[in-house]
């Protein structure tokens, strides 16, 4: 059932299909950019919160302060970062910019959110995060590196596991979704796009149209797992470790 929905991380990829779905789907959409250029390449009919820097403690008040008095009944918390390094070359910076975006501004967008009631009950709030913060699927034979990245998303399933506790006598449903290998520039300026083929990798627009659907069927039964709505077919180690005949949507482990 539609309702108003806040998108954070919108500017381009999969946070520009999510709202762009959800406002095609009915929905009143609020969503957050970095910047104000990006504001006017979302449709018309989205609310944008541009100038939101998550790696910044002050982006959840700036959200809360745009919202007013709107109650969500869908978060899609969709910001991250993915710089590539290797054990051989890891860079501080980098690394620290990662883990803010990605494990530390979800937990103060959620205080944020709570403190000014702007959460209904029931509501969802959902994390966007990857088959590589699964600590079981990261297997000797795909090796090691990009540290940060992995680990500041399994940091951000261990938030959402958290949240879930902590929201769960609030009515607000919490899952941790890993949307598919995408074909966007984050990918490809890591120098993905060179599994792109043989990996499966969707557009945005598809994996955001799954996304979505899968998460109208999320119950408060379902709050604080972790979910690959579009099943195996792009998670490389997924059968090494899981086993064969794996059923979509597959629930992953941490």
Do not use: C
Not at 72 to 77: D, E
Not at 174 to 188: C, L, W
Not at 226 to 246: Q, Y
């Amino acid at each position: 059932m539609p309702s108003t929905s806040l998108v954070i991380g919108a500017s381009r990829g999969l946070g520009f299909e999510l709202a762009k779905t959800l406002l095609q789907d009915g929905h009143n959409v609020f969503a957050t950019t970095r910047s104000s250029a990006s504001k006017s390449k979302l449709p018309d009919g989205i609310k944008v919160i541009p100038e939101v820097d998550l790696a910044q403690e002050d982006a959840g008040a700036k959200i809360v302060a745009e919202l007013k008095d709107v109650k969500l009944g869908l978060v899609i918390f969709n910001a991250g970062v993915f710089k590539k390094e290797t054990l051989d070359n890891p860079n501080f910076s980098d690394e620290v910019e990662m883990y803010k975006v990605v494990a530390i501004a979800p937990v103060f967008i959620a205080h944020h959110l709570l403190k000014a009631n702007l959460l209904a009950s029931p509501s969802k709030f959902i994390l966007i995060t990857t088959e590589g913060s699964s600590i079981s699927l990261r297997t000797k034979e795909e090796g090691g590196g990009n540290y940060a990245h992995h680990g500041s998303k399994a940091a951000e399933n261990m938030v959402g596991k958290l949240l879930s506790n902590d929201f769960y006598d609030k009515g607000v449903i919490v899952a941790m979704i890993h949307p598919g290998f995408m074909r966007t520039d984050m990918t490809k300026g890591v120098g993905f796009d060179q599994f792109y083929d043989s990996g499966g990798a969707v557009e945005p627009s598809i994996a955001a149209r799954s996304t979505i659907d899968f998460i109208a069927t999320i119950t408060h039964e379902k709050t604080g797992t972790f979910w690959a709505p579009r099943g195996p077919r792009d998670i490389g180690e997924a059968e090494r470790v899981l086993g064969k005949n794996l059923p979509t949507p597959l629930q992953l482990p941490w």
